[in-house]
């Protein structure tokens, strides 16, 4: 079946159960302290799934009073390295034994496909864990030989209680980029899902407690942006947030650390990813990339390659197979194994999506394929492809987050990294050749926390990605993400005949 066959694929397969809905603080699922509550909705259909409970100010304050306990007075930040791993360990396992519900909670809520849950998002999540629980007790500073008869130490110290400020695209795999180096680092963290997604964290939180850890090290407080969100990232007692999310939020976030208590940030922010083609690539295999880069998890990827890139002599057959390859998606409940592309997440980000295609159309690029919603029922997008894209166009500058592509010639290698750069943000890159001096040539060039040569979209906890320009700073995954949640402390004393004696 086609893009246009999502109707026929309905209804939609039984939603799972829904066995947790309140904040969870200091080890115990709570109401907000307004009794509030929102509903989170289904992106199939846009029902209601669940009443959640709505989190603001007060119950930041109690969260963060519970992880500041728990770092203040509580064994994690205390007990060894190896025994956080231990735990950690432990919780990773708890989650793969929950695969299956995790996987239809993250579908139902964030309308991404079943299958892949199943085998990328929540095994990604437990290797993730693995990863920083095996780096939690290999923490170490340096040694110094100082001047004036001084030796000194450094000790990489947990910088305290930790606020993580995630987004809905991938709410399980982005929330542990941040949260597990912030457990091995031993941090204690209040954590605020999306408004969007808020299903997986707080069942999350219910397998940390079974694999005992402390009570107050995770809290989870469910709650819009701009109440939740913004007390957390002003809260006077927050050491530190790490935030994903859009560049127009990370702008918020950084003010609300310059006007609270200066603390630290990292963010990860929005992208306008190049992948660039080159004539002598396979085209099949391009062709496969681009498809990738630019629909996976329907568009709703910070480093999606949206902008593609193609040298003269490769265009007119990347194009005819790229097309025919986005004809061939399947948009559906991305409960049924056959669908190759679900729903977007809510109504608003539905017709933002729609509306940057209008723009495309009015600002006179070429439409090949899509290019509209998809059946009368719920979020989806039929896979859109533009081409004759110029490079000052909306579509080429702004970040849509949904499944449209925008082709753009070029003629030379100086061409394409000039136009791989014309951008303000500097998230991720792709380049397709099999010309060694090109690839290295193009990824000295290209201004991007990532560049993937002849792959995309290829993650692993050992590989750092994060930001340069408008994408934000400091680095998610690998071993540089245990820095956001350490910091040094110098440690000096003076020797035997040091003219300190
Ligand atoms: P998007 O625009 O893609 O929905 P956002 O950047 O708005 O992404 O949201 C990412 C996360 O930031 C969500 O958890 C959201 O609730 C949170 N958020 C939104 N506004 C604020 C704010 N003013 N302060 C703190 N967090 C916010």
Redesign the pocket.
Same mark, same amino acid.
């Given at each position: 079946m086609g893009s246009e066959g999502k109707g026929e694929r309905l209804p939609q397969a039984k939603l799972p159960e829904i066995k947790f809905t309140k904040l969870f603080i200091n080890g115990h699922f709570v109401d907000a302290v307004s009794g509030k509550t929102f509903d989170t909705i289904d992106p199939r259909t846009g029902e209601a799934i669940a009443k959640i409970a709505e989190g603001d100010k007060e119950d930041i304050d109690l969260a963060v009073k519970a992880a500041r306990e728990a770092f203040d007075k509580g064994p994690w930040p205390r007990m060894p390295g190896s025994q956080r791993g231990r735990l950690m360990m432990k919780f990773a396992d708890l989650i793969d034994q929950n695969v299956d519900e995790l996987g239809a909670l993250e579908a139902v809520d964030a309308g991404k496909l079943l299958f892949l849950n199943k085998i990328v998002d929540i095994p990604f999540v437990s290797g993730s864990l693995r990863y920083y629980a095996g780096a939690a007790d290999k923490i170490h500073g340096e040694t110094l030989k100082l001047n004036n008869g001084l030796i000194g130490h450094t000790w990489r110290e947990p910088m305290g209680v930790a606020g993580l400020?995630?987004?809905?695209n991938f709410p399980s795999l982005l929330l542990f980029s941040c949260l597990a180096p912030a457990l091995a680092a031993g941090c204690t963290v209040v954590v605020?899902?999306?408004?969007q997604t808020p299903l997986t964290a707080l069942y999350f939180a219910h397998l940390a407690k079974l694999a005992d850890i402390p009570d107050g090290v995770i809290n989870v407080v469910t709650g @819009? +942006?701009?109440t939740a +969100?913004?007390a957390?990232?002003s809260h006077m007692d927050v050491d530190k947030i790490s @935030?994903i +999310?859009?560049t127009?939020?990370g702008r918020?976030?950084m003010a609300?650390a310059g006007q609270s208590n200066l603390k630290s940030v990292t963010l990860e922010l929005g992208g306008k990813s190049p992948l660039i083609v080159f004539d002598d690539a396979d085209v099949d295999i391009a062709v496969d990339l681009a498809h990738k880069a630019c629909f996976f998890n329907k568009g709703e990827v910070c480093v999606a390659g949206t902008r593609i890139l193609l040298q003269e002599g490769i265009y007119d057959e990347f194009v005819k197979k790229c097309v025919a390859k986005a004809r061939a998606v399947v948009v559906g409940d991305p409960f049924d194994p056959t669908v190759t592309q679900g729903p977007q997440v809510d109504e608003k980000q539905f017709e933002k999506v729609l509306s940057y295609i209008e723009h495309g159309k009015r600002e006179g690029a070429t439409l090949l394929t899509g290019g509209k919603a998809c059946g009368d029922v719920g979020y989806y997008i039929e896979p859109t492809i533009f081409a004759d894209v110029k490079d000052d166009m909306i579509i080429a500058k702004e970040e849509i @987050?949904g499944p449209v592509m925008s082709l753009m010639k070029f003629k030379t290698i100086d061409e394409a990294i000039e136009k791989a750069n014309k951008t303000q943000y500097g998230l991720a890159s792709g380049i397709v050749t099999k010309d060694i001096n090109v690839a290295n040539t193009v990824a000295r060039s290209v201004r991007a926390g990532s560049v993937w040569i002849n792959c995309y979209l290829a993650f692993d906890p050992d590989c750092p990605y994060g930001g340069y320009k408008m994408s934000g700073f400091g680095r998610n995954l690998g071993l540089h993400a245990l820095d956001n949640f350490l910091q040094v402390k110098s440690v000096v004393t003076p020797v035997h005949n040091s003219p300190w004696l």
């Amino acid at each position: 079946m086609g893009s246009e066959g999502k109707g026929e694929r309905l209804p939609q397969a039984k939603l799972p159960e829904i066995k947790f809905t309140k904040l969870f603080i200091n080890g115990h699922f709570v109401d907000a302290v307004s009794g509030k509550t929102f509903d989170t909705i289904d992106p199939r259909t846009g029902e209601a799934i669940a009443k959640i409970a709505e989190g603001d100010k007060e119950d930041i304050d109690l969260a963060v009073k519970a992880a500041r306990e728990a770092f203040d007075k509580g064994p994690w930040p205390r007990m060894p390295g190896s025994q956080r791993g231990r735990l950690m360990m432990k919780f990773a396992d708890l989650i793969d034994q929950n695969v299956d519900e995790l996987g239809a909670l993250e579908a139902v809520d964030a309308g991404k496909l079943l299958f892949l849950n199943k085998i990328v998002d929540i095994p990604f999540v437990s290797g993730s864990l693995r990863y920083y629980a095996g780096a939690a007790d290999k923490i170490h500073g340096e040694t110094l030989k100082l001047n004036n008869g001084l030796i000194g130490h450094t000790w990489r110290e947990p910088m305290g209680v930790a606020g993580l400020i995630i987004p809905w695209n991938f709410p399980s795999l982005l929330l542990f980029s941040c949260l597990a180096p912030a457990l091995a680092a031993g941090c204690t963290v209040v954590v605020k899902p999306a408004e969007q997604t808020p299903l997986t964290a707080l069942y999350f939180a219910h397998l940390a407690k079974l694999a005992d850890i402390p009570d107050g090290v995770i809290n989870v407080v469910t709650g @819009f +942006g701009p109440t939740a +969100g913004a007390a957390l990232a002003s809260h006077m007692d927050v050491d530190k947030i790490s @935030f994903i +999310g859009s560049t127009e939020v990370g702008r918020l976030i950084m003010a609300a650390a310059g006007q609270s208590n200066l603390k630290s940030v990292t963010l990860e922010l929005g992208g306008k990813s190049p992948l660039i083609v080159f004539d002598d690539a396979d085209v099949d295999i391009a062709v496969d990339l681009a498809h990738k880069a630019c629909f996976f998890n329907k568009g709703e990827v910070c480093v999606a390659g949206t902008r593609i890139l193609l040298q003269e002599g490769i265009y007119d057959e990347f194009v005819k197979k790229c097309v025919a390859k986005a004809r061939a998606v399947v948009v559906g409940d991305p409960f049924d194994p056959t669908v190759t592309q679900g729903p977007q997440v809510d109504e608003k980000q539905f017709e933002k999506v729609l509306s940057y295609i209008e723009h495309g159309k009015r600002e006179g690029a070429t439409l090949l394929t899509g290019g509209k919603a998809c059946g009368d029922v719920g979020y989806y997008i039929e896979p859109t492809i533009f081409a004759d894209v110029k490079d000052d166009m909306i579509i080429a500058k702004e970040e849509i @987050f949904g499944p449209v592509m925008s082709l753009m010639k070029f003629k030379t290698i100086d061409e394409a990294i000039e136009k791989a750069n014309k951008t303000q943000y500097g998230l991720a890159s792709g380049i397709v050749t099999k010309d060694i001096n090109v690839a290295n040539t193009v990824a000295r060039s290209v201004r991007a926390g990532s560049v993937w040569i002849n792959c995309y979209l290829a993650f692993d906890p050992d590989c750092p990605y994060g930001g340069y320009k408008m994408s934000g700073f400091g680095r998610n995954l690998g071993l540089h993400a245990l820095d956001n949640f350490l910091q040094v402390k110098s440690v000096v004393t003076p020797v035997h005949n040091s003219p300190w004696l």
